[in-house]
T-cell receptor
């Protein structure tokens, strides 16, 4: 079975500073990895996904993530935080044997300070 | 293009009651997945429907059941409600359930409170 661990349930960054959200996965078969964002009282919106085509994946709103097989990681970064980035972020994994059913991490809430 | 919609937005029930939640998938999508998101946690997969058939189930008891209709909309039914069923229930649609890279598009969710 696969699993996802997100280090840090809360992250506080200053506006303009680097955003780094950590995600580690466990899977016995090649994984496909996703980052979703959830704004208050809304559903989840896809930021980016790793589908094995390229290890560095660029997404919407200036976010990117790098798949590192040796570290079993898929950390999310953004060079400069905006106030609008305040939200909860979820890392998720799917594997070929289970179709596109997602296993999510526990989430990281991002607070952006002016 | 209409996105994924869910109804109702909020719902309050008491223990032992039954509830039905509804989801309309995005145009052109034939797969619907349901997730339960307890407060402060990540979503957990309940089950998926692909072309009206159940196509995988997570670790949820049989009192959680579902349906998918010919227009690919879906229902989630929960019988004998328990306090721990209080959560945000998310529906997601996708083009197909077999491809692990197919993106799931989420609705805004139904907030269920069980008293």
């Amino acid at each position: 079975a696969q699993s996802v661990t997100q280090l840090g349930s809360h992250v506080s960054v200053s506006e303009g500073a680097l955003v780094l959200l950590r995600c580690n996965y466990s899977s016995s078969v090649p994984p496909y990895l996703f980052w979703y964002v959830q704004y208050p009282n809304q559903g989840l919106q896809l930021l980016l996904k790793y589908t094995s085509a390229a290890t560095l994946v660029k997404g919407i709103n200036g976010f990117e993530a790098e798949f590192k097989k040796s570290e079993t990681s898929f950390h999310l970064t953004k060079p400069s935080a905006h106030m609008s980035d305040a939200a909860e972020y979820f890392c998720a994994v799917s594997v070929g044997t289970a179709g596109n059913k997602l296993t999510f991490g526990g989430g990281t809430r991002v607070l952006v300070k002016p | 293009e209409t996105g994924v919609t869910q109804s109702p937005t909020h719902l309050i029930k008491t223990r032992g009651q039954q509830v039905t939640l509804r989801c309309s998938s995005q145009s052109g999508h034939n797969t619907v997945s349901w997730y339960q998101q307890a407060l402060g946690q990540g979503p957990q997969f309940i089950f998926q429907y692909y072309r009206e058939e159940e196509n995988g189930r997570g670790n949820f008891p049989p009192r959680f059941s579902g349906l998918q209709f010919p227009n690919y909309s879906s229902e989630l039914n929960v019988n004998a409600l328990e306090l721990d069923d209080s959560a945000l229930y998310l529906c997601a649609s996708s083009l197909g359930g077999e491809n692990p890279t197919d993106t799931q598009y989420f609705g805004p969710g139904t907030r269920l409170t069980v008293l």
